[in-house]
């Protein structure tokens, strides 16, 4: 039970184990919150220690008895990145899902406008940590019952606008990197279908409870609350992995 009396740990994240990559972030913390209730074990990881260990902290004291660890791990790394994998597979016996939260933005105020610079630092954080999550990871996930790879992603990926081409060519490269994932267990799982899910949330934007007191007169019409996202990214667990492997699941209209 959990600190306001409610069930918890029922559903089928009950006994998983599930990595988050980029737990620290407002989404992070809502991902790990949401695992946490579902009875899963979570394993976090973020460039940043102090707010991670914050975001672990939170996890840990809303749902007491979860088990919920973080570290910094240099996910630009493939080598450190599978050695998080194996470490947490050899520790808990177990990997069910990874998801890649590993966020940034930069824009410019015109297409001319646009700085390369940006794409280098994009091209880090939104399509190599991806590659090196779902290289380390995949083997893991393909050898449970429940295996999924989780990656979040941006509406401009597919109609992007003229001052976020960095940003929407790097998101498109990462959705395309996580389908070709999918069809790797697709393959894997042969005439029976896939046992493993490679799939896609798609958002407008992120919202949450901070950027709503800054700005408080804003309407952030279209953005999905980190936390409807977190319930998303369990509910996926709730779906046979044939039904969302490969596919875009779409919190946002599709445009």
Not at 18 to 31: M, N
Not at 63 to 91: N, P, Q
Not at 163 to 192: I, M, P, Q, V
Request: with cysteine.
């Amino acid at each position: 039970m959990n600190g306001n009396g409610t069930g918890e740990g029922t559903g089928t994240l009950e006994g998983a184990v599930v990595a988050v990559a980029g737990a620290a972030g407002p989404a992070g913390r809502a991902t790990l919150l949401r695992l946490a209730e579902a009875g899963a074990t979570v394993v976090g990881c973020d460039a940043h220690p102090e707010r991670l260990a914050e975001a672990v902290d939170a996890a840990r004291y809303a749902h007491g008895g979860a088990t919920v660890t973080g570290e910094t791990v240099d996910l630009l790394d493939l080598d450190a990145t599978r050695d998080w994998a194996k470490r947490t597979e050899a520790e808990f016996g177990r990997v069910d899902g990874l998801v890649h939260l590993v966020g940034g933005w930069r824009g410019s105020p015109s297409f001319q406008e646009t700085a390369l610079s940006d794409w280098d630092a994009l091209e880090k954080l939104l399509i190599r940590t991806v590659q090196s999550t779902s290289l380390a990871f995949q083997e893991a996930l393909e050898r449970s019952d429940r295996g999924r790879f989780l990656l979040i992603s941006a509406a401009g990926a597919s109609k992007p606008t003229a001052g976020n081409a960095a940003y929407s060519a790097a998101k498109a490269a990462a959705e395309a990197w996580t389908l070709a994932l999918g069809d790797a267990f697709r393959k894997a799982g042969g005439e029976a279908g896939p046992r493993t899910a490679s799939a896609i949330l798609v958002v407008k934007a992120l919202v949450n409870d901070a950027m709503r007191a800054e700005r408080p007169n804003a309407k952030f019409a279209g953005f999905t609350d980190v936390t409807e996202l977190a319930e998303a990214i369990a509910g996926v667990w709730d779906r046979p992995a044939p039904e969302v492997n490969g596919r875009r699941l779409w919190l946002t209209p599709q445009p």
